[in-house]
């Protein structure tokens, strides 16, 4: 190792002289080019997340839908499927008790209000749910047999 006499007492090393670190410039420099990435992937990042989420309630719909045409036939008894622009609920209409209920996330709501009954034997009044979040949308129909189809754009 060469060592380099620099006055009384300094015995460093001469790699270690130089300078070491990054200047305020380079950290700004790297900062800004940060957020400038940051600023162009963010919109297309939540129009993808707007979009799973809508995907994810669109399948939880059809799947309850599902539930409630299932447990009509399995409990030979009319289920009632009533929506509304925040949520649904799956309700007994004989005795009026709710056996299941689910809101919407901020941001999705229904067409409408709409009640479909679903009968021991598998059939159904015949809808079309739309779900929708800002311009995206979603399709859920009820065919008169019962079956739930998703609709995808």
């Known amino acids: 190792m060469n ?5 009384k007492g300094n015995n460093l090393p001469r790699a270690s002289l130089g300078r070491t670190g990054f200047s305020l410039v380079e950290m700004m420099m790297v900062l800004l080019l940060i957020g400038l990435v940051a600023g162009i ?11 799973t989420q809508l995907q994810t309630q669109t399948d939880q719909l059809a799947a ?3 539930l409630a045409r299932s447990m009509s036939i399995a409990n030979s008894s009319v ?7 925040a949520g649904y609920q799956l309700i007994n209409p004989a005795d009026g008790s709710i056996i299941k209920e689910r809101e919407f996330d901020d941001g999705l709501a229904l067409d409408g209000d709409s009640d479909v009954f679903f009968f021991p034997w ?32």
């Open 122 to 153: 598998g059939m159904a009044d015949q809808h079309t749910y739309n779900l929708q979040t800002g311009a995206m949308a979603r399709q859920v129909n009820v065919l008169p047999t019962g079956m739930v189809e998703v609709v995808c754009p």
């Open 79 to 85: 289920i009632r499927f009533a929506s509304t622009t």
């Open 64 to 66: 309850d839908l599902q």
């Open 41 to 51: 992937a963010a919109p297309p990042m939540m129009r993808h997340l707007r979009s």
């Open 3 to 7: 060592l380099v006499h620099h006055g």
